[in-house]
């Protein structure tokens, strides 16, 4: 990569997440950070000392106007997300979107056409479908080692930080989606949903989601941002082995459990008939980097390379479609909805 030419990258929204984009542009080799864009001043001004881009602004259109900028990282509040991925690809830039994509699954597909249509790679942010530990649980699924998948329930529980623009599905709930989608490599048949608003009328603090499949596995994402525990965690129950990825833990982030219940055919009572197995506890050795580093090392590749990202824009569509869904169930006080009566 030393030899290639550096991809010019302009990022959009430079707050919580977006600074950490930034920083991750600043320091590739193979990457040129030529704009950060913000509304806020201050957060440029504290941001520009550290990541050294070529230009600060608060003007979008110097991004949009720029004939040598390639590329532009959008990392501002969902609803601004569609808007600005729509004049970026209609101005002829690689677009990387953060999640939620967008808010709505007409302008999903919508953008998806005009990348198709302009040539242009669109990747959306679906940060965990690029972590080591997501890479390898995909391996063993794949594999048989876990044996057929049963359930996947994920937890993304905090206390803080509250949002007034979207509620906890929508800004939470995408990564653990995504994951579940990417790891049983299909769309869900049904979804339901159930939720509560305690803090702010209208945005719902704490969510249950369920996610139904073809082959009768089962996802689960519970995501609160009023909770006493900070929970990052995604356990899979297969019919051979039981894994769980726990984020937060520092060293052994992924753990294989040998215990499963086997059904003998030779039985004189119940208590025979299901049996128990309990077997060793494995810590497999991964080797954990920064994944947001990986996902935008991969976004520059696929500049490279013209190729579809991983979480490209049908990815992207796929997630939005199961908020939608969640939304209608939601309304509905948690019947459940199917994502051709969503869309």
């Known amino acids: 990569m030393m030899n290639e030419e550096k991809i010019s990258i302009g990022v959009v929204g430079v707050g919580g997440w977006g600074k950490n984009l930034a920083r991750n542009y600043s320091e590739i080799p193979g990457a040129h950070l030529k704009y950060l864009c913000d509304l806020d001043e201050n957060k440029l001004g504290l941001l520009n000392a550290r990541c050294k881009p070529e230009s600060i602004t608060t003007d979008f259109n110097d991004l949009l106007n720029d004939d040598d900028l390639q590329a532009i990282v959008i990392a501002t509040t969902g609803p601004a997300h569609y808007q600005i991925c729509k004049q970026s690809l209609l101005a002829g830039k690689d677009v990387y979107v953060e999640k939620p994509f967008v808010l709505a699954s007409d302008e999903a597909r919508e953008l998806i056409a005009l990348a198709e249509e302009r040539k242009r790679v669109l990747m ?11 890479e390898k649980l995909k391996e063993m699924i794949d594999g048989g080692e876990l044996g057929d998948i049963l359930y996947i329930y994920a937890q993304r529980l905090n206390l803080g930080t509250v949002r007034k623009d979207e509620n906890a599905l929508w800004n939470f709930a995408p990564h653990d ?3 579940i989608l990417y790891l049983l490599g299909e769309e869900p048949t049904d979804i339901s949903a159930r939720g509560q608003a305690y803090l702010q009328p209208g945005v719902e603090d704490v969510m249950f989601l369920a996610m139904n499949f073809n082959d009768k596995a089962m996802g689960h994402v519970h995501v609160s941002w009023l909770d006493p525990h900070k929970t990052r965690k995604i356990t899979i129950v297969g019919s051979k082995r039981m894994a769980v990825f726990d984020d937060l833990e520092p060293s052994e982030k992924l753990k294989i459990y040998d215990k499963g219940a086997e059904v003998s055919t030779d039985y004189d009572s119940y208590a025979e008939y299901v049996g128990l197995r ?19 090392e991969h976004f520059l590749s696929r500049i490279r390379d013209r190729q579809a990202p991983r979480s490209d824009g049908h990815d992207g569509l796929r997630v939005v479609e199961v908020l939608e869904a969640a939304d209608r169930s939601l309304e509905k006080n948690g019947v459940p909805i199917t994502l051709r009566e969503a869309n």
């Open 278 to 296: 309990f077997g060793d506890i494995t810590v497999p050795y991964i080797r954990v980097g920064e994944p947001l580093r990986v996902e935008c």
């Open 177 to 179: 989606i995504s994951v």
């Open 124 to 134: 959306v942010g679906h940060l965990l479908e690029y972590h080591p530990v997501v």
